[in-house]
């Protein structure tokens, strides 16, 4: 509430982008990592002329989508938007010290996107819903066709073939 005062009250002061950031903070404190992605993105329109700032607010704003990523198991949009908010960050600050931990984290988010779409087409696949089960496998095979589940979802994809066919006939 402090910080939400110092921006209200001077948005373009000198502490009014280190307060949005802290606001950010505060809220990945809170767990309320939506609330921190919007208090990040803020941070990075509203003092785009402060190289610094914006470059902490992606960072963070990637930091917090990450986390939020790691809660939902099916549902793999924060890790996307997590992975294009790092990847913005690194266009636009290759040479900040974070980027190689960001790289790991891209690579880490990755992976778990992979598998999550490997369990949602076994998912589709055990209620019979062939269709569906080959476009989660086919995802696998996009994401990173040399996962370890990529080996997997192209075995299934070869046994559900046949079953396509013949539930389109």
């Known amino acids: 509430a402090m910080f939400e005062k110092i921006v209200k009250s001077g948005p373009y ?12 903070a505060a809220r990945e404190k809170q767990r309320d990592y939506p609330a921190a992605v919007k208090a990040y993105e803020v941070a990075a329109d509203r ?9 902490d607010a992606l960072y963070r704003q990637g930091i917090s989508y990450a986390k939020e990523a790691e809660t939902a198991e099916y549902d793999q949009s924060t890790a996307s938007q997590a992975i294009a908010t790092f990847t913005d960050f690194i266009t636009l600050y290759p040479d ?27 998912f589709y696949e055990s209620f019979k819903k062939w269709d569906g089960a080959v476009i989660y496998y086919n995802e696998v095979l996009q994401l990173d066709p040399n996962s370890r589940y990529a080996a997997l979802a192209r075995q299934r994809i070869e046994v559900l073939k046949p079953r396509l066919q013949t539930s389109t006939d």
């Open 47 to 55: 003092y785009r002329d402060q190289p610094v700032i914006v470059a």
């Open 13 to 24: 002061s000198d502490v009014a982008p280190h307060a949005q950031l802290r606001m950010g």
């Open 96 to 122: 900040d010290r974070r980027v190689l931990k960001v790289q790991r984290i891209i690579a880490m988010l990755k992976s778990r996107q992979v598998q999550g779409n490997f369990k949602i087409a076994q």
